[in-house]
């Protein structure tokens, strides 16, 4: 076998295990495996976090954390998820809300 043929052989398996590498990740590593398509109890829950869709994880990701440590994730498709999603959105955006506390630590001058 000929040297540049030697090289073109290496250089097609390269790129064909690089592809395969890349199929093989891309999309793939969700947090969420498994979804619910409602919450169980409003009163348990501690925190909600929402994960947007990112190049290791292809979908949009709703992740609950009860009072009790566990979690679980939503299914965001479901009416019932963007009901409540909507519900949480308008309280945090309420112009009936209290004063919010300022975490800033720059100093500002004050004129």
Avoid: W
């Amino acid at each position: 076998m000929s040297g540049i043929m030697k090289v073109f052989v290496l250089l097609a398996v390269m790129v064909c295990i690089s592809e395969a590498q890349m199929g093989h990740t891309s999309g793939k590593l969700c947090l969420c495996q498994k979804t619910r398509d409602r919450i169980t109890s409003k009163n348990d829950i501690q925190d909600i976090q929402v994960y947007s869709a990112t190049i290791f994880c292809d979908k949009v990701e709703i992740v609950v954390s009860l009072n009790s440590g566990r979690r679980y994730c939503l299914n965001p498709k479901k009416e019932a998820v963007q009901k409540l999603m909507a519900f949480i959105m308008k309280q945090g955006t309420s112009s009936t809300a209290g004063p919010t506390k300022l975490t800033s630590t720059t100093n500002t001058a004050r004129v």
